[in-house]
């Protein structure tokens, strides 16, 4: 994926939590799950690993549903990290986490293409995830620290 494309991508991510947290009176503790419809643009599939990894320090992380994998499949966040991910797949997904509790809450529900998810990270720790339909192979981590 080009350089410009995942600046969009990025830019795209910050607006949409810009405008949750006015549209919400959000305050630092309170948590945030939303689902948007998006359009997206198709883009070629890239010879990406989906065993790859993530360090973010922004307050905003992309995840991609693609290829029939989250991409990156790990990720290093900071404590009240937003996480969006974004199905980019023509088949349906979902974030279903491995041990539901208030600090990870899941999609509720599959994402179609185009379509996002949204969860705010309040509570550090390890958390790991899998897709409902695809549970033997489409996994993934966010590892949350202070």
Do not use: R
Not at 4 to 15: E, M, P
Not at 37 to 50: C, G, K, L, R, W
Not at 63 to 70: H, I, Q, R
Request: net charge neutral; proline share 3%; glycine share 6%.
């Amino acid at each position: 994926m080009s350089k410009s494309v995942v600046g969009i991508i990025i830019a795209a991510v910050a607006v949409l939590g810009v405008v949750g947290v006015v549209m919400m009176g959000k305050s630092k503790t309170s948590q945030t799950n939303t689902t948007t419809t998006t359009t997206s643009t198709d883009q070629p599939a890239s010879n990406t690993n989906s065993q790859a990894s993530s360090s973010e320090t922004s307050s905003q992380t992309a995840v991609e549903m693609k290829n029939t994998a989250y991409s990156p499949t790990k990720i290093k966040i900071k404590k009240g990290t937003t996480v969006t991910w974004t199905n980019k797949d023509s088949i349906e997904h979902d974030v279903a986490p491995d041990q539901p509790s208030a600090a990870f809450v899941g999609s509720n529900g599959l994402l179609s293409k185009g379509e996002s998810y949204s969860f705010t990270f309040n509570t550090v720790g390890t958390f790991t995830y899998h897709c409902t339909p695809h549970a033997s192979f489409m996994k993934g981590t966010v590892e949350v620290v202070e």
